[in-house]
């Protein structure tokens, strides 16, 4: 599907259309749109601002495979009042409730926790919460993330990428548990700090849409996966069969060795984790497994 965008009057939003996150999320019942690449180009409606307002311009990306009018994908520009600290989602939330309340999203928590408002923001990757509209250049081009089926607006069907993370397992097995009721999981300090940046994973799909790989090969588990499996692998709390079986599906055709090492995945994450890092270090478990030397 296309992003760039030729001219268009402006339509008038559909009144049934819901704007809450919690109906944007709904929207998986619906078919999933095109799948969304990054630099094709579409429409554009603009909302003129005030003359004597600071504003920012944002170009919003827009479709709607349920209204006629708006199955042709195509940019709406939005001129939004600034205010120190205003963040992407900030902005698009000012759009949704003063100009265009059909304007769909996902939100949540606004602290960077739920993951839930990742978008693709003058190029990359970014979740919408975390992101400072005076970071950046406009107009400031915010579009659903590429790679992915668009099922609305800035919707993304994320079902591919959950069942990615649920390949892989991603909950604690351990093969003995302590024998009191109250009594915790114990952890050495050192491992905690092996596992700790592995464990700040949201969830947001950033590192998946930006993974060349992921693109290319719908079967690849993907870095968020990987990572999952490797905050439970290294964990010294685990069942040695549970480690062993987590190894065995990592190590497999669309596993680790399907990752070429380009950091795309490391540079988006929200979170800052190592994600290559991890996975190179899952390919030497991988390997040391197989060796024998008898």
Not at 138 to 156: A, G, S, T, W, Y
Request: aromatic share 8%.
């Amino acid at each position: 599907m296309s992003t760039h965008p030729p001219q268009q009057q402006t339509e008038e939003p559909a009144a049934e259309q819901s704007t809450e996150s919690a109906a944007a999320a709904s929207d998986h019942d619906h078919a999933a749109g095109p799948r969304r690449d990054v630099g094709e180009q579409t429409d554009d409606t603009e909302h003129e601002p005030d003359a004597n307002e600071d504003t920012r311009e944002i170009k919003v990306f827009r479709y709607d495979p349920e209204v006629e009018a708006k199955q042709e994908p195509r940019f709406d520009t939005f001129h939004v009042p600034f205010t120190k600290g205003m963040t992407v989602l900030d902005a698009v939330i000012y759009a949704r409730d003063h100009f265009d309340p059909s304007l769909t999203f996902r939100h949540s928590c606004r602290q960077a926790v739920c993951g839930s408002d990742a978008f693709f923001v003058n190029g990359q990757q970014r979740l919408g919460c975390k992101t400072q509209i005076s970071d950046l250049e406009e107009p400031i081009r915010i579009e659903p993330l590429p790679h992915q089926d668009v099922v609305k607006d800035l919707v993304v069907d994320m079902d591919h990428f959950y069942e990615e993370m649920e390949a892989v397992d991603p909950y604690f097995d351990p093969d003995e548990t302590p024998d009191g009721e109250l009594e915790e999981q114990r952890q050495s300090r050192a491992n905690r700090e092996k596992v700790k940046m592995s464990t700040r994973c949201i969830w947001c799909g950033a590192c998946f849409s930006s993974c060349n790989i992921a693109a290319g090969d719908n079967e690849y588990l993907g870095p968020a996966a990987l990572n999952k499996a490797y905050r439970f692998a290294m964990d010294e709390r685990e069942g040695d069969g549970k480690t062993q079986e987590r190894l065995e599906t990592i190590e497999q055709e669309h596993g680790v060795w399907r990752c070429q090492t380009q950091f795309s995945c490391t540079n988006v994450c929200p979170k800052d984790i190592p994600l290559t890092e991890h996975i190179q270090e899952l390919k030497r478990e991988a390997v040391k497994k197989n060796l024998k030397f008898w």
